[in-house]
């Protein structure tokens, strides 16, 4: 297994030129380095990978297993390295096209889409969208791995590893028939919980943050159905 800790960047910029050259002396040409720091760099990547990475057969180097499943997935790092983080270009959007990734609720693409299309038909005609749906429970490691670029909807902002920015603030209310029994009755959280719900949502489970409220508050409600959109028929 490899110890992340104990290689650097220019350790692994040196081996991508091993593998493509095959040679020492020629990667150590390439990198502007001398034989025997190459050989010794070699041995220190060897020890992190636990791989012999490159073994001599006559007179020349060939990869180990190990190396031939690592070269392609260490040019495709970093080749996207370089380009994305060391030379990110400006982005423009009135020439760009990119295809951005936008992970929300039926609900939010239904109320912003529109206007967000016609906006960007002007600013960024050759942009291209595509909504997804929401699923709070990943969208954190779709946002890591670049599945996802952004999402809209109501989230944790205490993740390490996203920014969060407030686009707006809403408020909740439930929708009950014009003869239900609970507008005969005080509005507060104890008969609100009497009754069977229904709840929209993307995760899994059948619970939302209404719920969460509800039992710091010593209380619970009965999700008796659970829809994945906000825009499904309604029940009444």
């Known amino acids: 297994m490899a110890n992340i800790s104990d290689i650097e960047l220019s350790q692994l910029r040196l081996l991508q030129i091993i593998f493509e050259t095959k040679n020492l002396t020629r990667a150590g040409e390439r990198a502007g380095l001398t034989q025997s720091a190459v050989s010794h760099i070699l041995k220190k ?4 990978f636990n791989d012999s990475l490159v073994i001599r057969q006559g007179n020349k180097l ?33 020439t760009s096209n990119r295809t951005f990734f936008i992970a929300t609720s039926d609900l939010v693409e239904h109320s912003l889409a529109p206007r967000l299309i016609k906006h960007l038909s002007k600013v960024a005609p050759n942009i291209q969208l595509i909504f997804r749906k929401l699923d709070k429970r990943g969208f954190a490691s779709q946002i890591e791995s670049g599945e996802v670029d952004f999402s809209i909807s109501v989230l944790d902002s205490s993740h390490p590893s996203l920014m969060v920015r407030t686009l707006y603030r809403d408020e909740f209310v439930s929708v009950v028939r014009t003869s239900h029994p ?23 489970d059948s619970r939302g943050m209404v719920d969460d409220a509800l039992e710091e508050m010593g209380l619970s409600r009965d999700v008796q159905y659970k829809v994945a959109n906000f825009s499904s028929p309604d029940f009444s």
Not at 76 to 86: H, P, S, T, V
Not at 182 to 204: E, I, Q, R, W
């Open 45 to 48: 990547l060897r020890h992190s």
């Open 182 to 204: 609970l507008l005969k009755t005080k509005k507060d959280a104890k008969n609100f919980c009497k009754y069977p719900h229904v709840l929209a949502g993307t995760g899994s």
């Open 62 to 94: 060939v990869l180990t297993p190990r190396a031939e499943q690592l070269q392609p997935a260490l040019n495709r790092w970093l080749n996207d390295f370089e380009r994305n983080i060391l030379f990110q270009e400006a982005f423009e959007p009135s």
